[in-house]
């Protein structure tokens, strides 16, 4: 089964995904941003540790930004926590977010092409978490408008590719 899980901010979608995982026997967590600097920032350190106490310890955790390799090399179930720290992560390494789009991006949806790819190949269940933009207001800055972008058009890739969609709002789940 492939799955992917989206909403806002705060809205329980990483909760509603490991909850889901719970009975797998093996479970690889794909931690797709960059290592937090939690020395100086203790509020994520805080964040951090309230979403690893809730996994079980015998889940794996990989931090990467390589998706493909990440699903490929995963034995049993996986979890991608989340497309949206992913896009930007890349957009970082890439340095995109004050160069020209089209100098870079086609980079990223070769990335992309290559995840999608994993996931279909992937014979366990793959789900993958993201936040849903686009139903505020238009972001001020360009950069804010890439991501908005950029994300929207990945989650509709990733969705493409799995059996659910699932939105998550206040903690209540719906299938769409």
């Not at 492939?2 to 889901?20: M, Q, W, Y």
């Not at 930004?65 to 979890?79: E, Y």
């Not at 190949?121 to 800055?141: Q, Y």
Request: proline content about 4%.
């Amino acid at each position: 089964m492939k799955v992917l899980i989206t909403g806002g901010v705060r809205s329980g979608k990483s909760f509603h995904a490991e909850s889901l995982l719970l009975a797998e026997p093996r479970v690889t967590y794909v931690a797709p941003g960059p290592a937090a600097d939690v020395d100086n920032d203790p509020e994520w350190a805080a964040r951090i540790a309230i979403h690893q106490a809730r996994r079980p310890a015998h889940w794996i955790t990989v931090e990467t930004t390589d998706l493909a390799t990440a699903i490929k090399d995963a034995d049993g179930a996986v979890l991608v926590d989340c497309l949206g720290t992913w896009v930007a992560t890349t957009i970082d390494e890439l340095d995109g977010w004050d160069s020209v789009r089209e100098d870079w991006e086609p980079v990223l949806f070769e990335r992309l092409d290559a995840a999608l790819a994993a996931i279909a190949a992937h014979d366990a269940t793959v789900i993958a978490v993201t936040n849903e933009v686009g139903m505020s207001v238009v972001p001020e800055r360009r950069s804010g408008r890439v991501f908005r972008d950029l994300l929207g058009t990945v989650n509709q890739r990733v969705a493409e590719e799995c059996e659910d969609v699932l939105l998550v709002v206040a903690g209540r789940v719906l299938k769409l």
